[in-house]
Each structure stands twice: as structure tokens, then as C-alpha cells.
């Protein structure tokens, strides 16, 4: 195990400041190279005790932005059109990156890294998305996945599309 001194909040780990114990991998692999940590040596206390006032200060202007924007984001709802079968189940799953496209064609810039999935989306439907716009800013949007642009409009009113079948379409005469 390994001990590191965070940079800035790491969702179910700990704040900004704290001394916690990780493992070397996670340390080495996803912590330091992303800035998010140093390792917790006398020389890197000392310098995180002197620049503490500097983080604080960029942390809570980054932390004010995403918040504007997440105000803004709070409730968006996007359409992910997609192939499916008869029974709704998708080709394939919609991806976080095809979340982070949809969102950044209703005008937002994120990343796709921001997008977090609690499970794939493999099936039509209305899904809550959760978007992580900061360490301490997270919003919820709704991702709306249709087979076509007719479809999403008439999910989006509340009510069922209609399944399509040709024997029933032919009044007989």
C-alpha cells in the first residue's frame, strides 16, 4: 500500500489535503499521472502545505464554473438514436462517448470521461445519466434512445410508440 496526500477531491476516497492509503497500482496509474495526488513525502507535504492556499483558490473557481454550467445542464434531455429489434433491445449499447456527442450537440462541451454509466444502455427507453462536471458537481440528464426522431418526440410527451406491424396496418375490405 501506498500513501499519497490528494490534490483535490476524489469521490469515495477523500478531500482535498487528506493523507490516504492506496493501492500502488491505483497510485501509479491513475492518481499521479492525472494530477490528482503526490505521494505523501515530507518534501511533498511541505510543498502541498505551501501551495494549499493556490489550490484551494483554483479549486473553488473550477468548482463555481462547473456549477454554472451544471445549473444550466440540470434536467437536459438528449436523443441517441439507435438500431434495435423488435423487443427494444439495441444492436450493440449506447457508449459514454455517444452521451458526451449528444450533450456537446445541444451545446455543452464535456468529455466523455465526465459521462458516468451505472450500468451500459442496451435497451429504448428514457435513462438517467449521471454527468461529473467537477469532483463536487455531479447533475443528472436524460438520455432518450430511439429508433427515430418520431419516436424520441413521442416518448418524450409521455406516451408509448406505437409498434409498427404491417399484418395489423391493412383494414380489410
Excluded at 499521472?33 to 503526490?38: Q, V
Aim: aromatic share 4%; proline share 5%; no cysteine.
Amino acid at each position: 500500500m501506498v500513501e499519497v496526500v490528494l490534490l483535490e477531491r476524489v469521490e469515495k476516497l477523500g478531500q482535498m489535503g487528506q493523507v490516504v492509503t492506496v493501492k500502488p497500482g491505483y497510485a501509479r496509474n491513475y492518481l499521479l499521472p492525472r494530477k490528482k495526488a503526490l505521494r505523501a513525502t515530507k518534501e511533498n507535504l511541505a510543498y502541498f502545505e505551501k501551495e494549499r492556499a493556490q489550490l484551494e483558490a483554483t479549486n473553488l473557481e473550477r468548482k463555481g464554473e462547473a456549477s454554472e454550467v451544471g445549473a444550466k445542464l440540470e434536467g437536459l434531455r438528449v436523443v441517441v438514436l439507435r438500431q434495435a429489434g423488435e423487443s427494444g433491445q439495441l444492436y450493440g449499447s449506447v457508449s459514454a462517448r455517444d452521451i458526451a456527442e449528444a450533450v456537446t450537440q445541444a451545446g455543452f462541451t464535456i468529455e466523455k470521461r465526465q459521462v458516468v454509466l451505472e450500468r451500459p444502455i442496451k435497451s429504448l427507453g428514457l435513462h438517467s445519466v449521471r454527468l461529473v462536471l467537477h469532483p463536487e458537481v455531479a447533475v443528472r440528464i436524460t438520455a432518450n434512445v430511439a429508433q427515430s426522431a418520431e419516436e424520441a418526440a413521442v416518448r418524450e410527451k409521455g406516451e408509448r410508440p406505437p409498434e409498427e406491424s404491417p399484418e395489423t396496418s391493412e383494414a380489410p375490405a
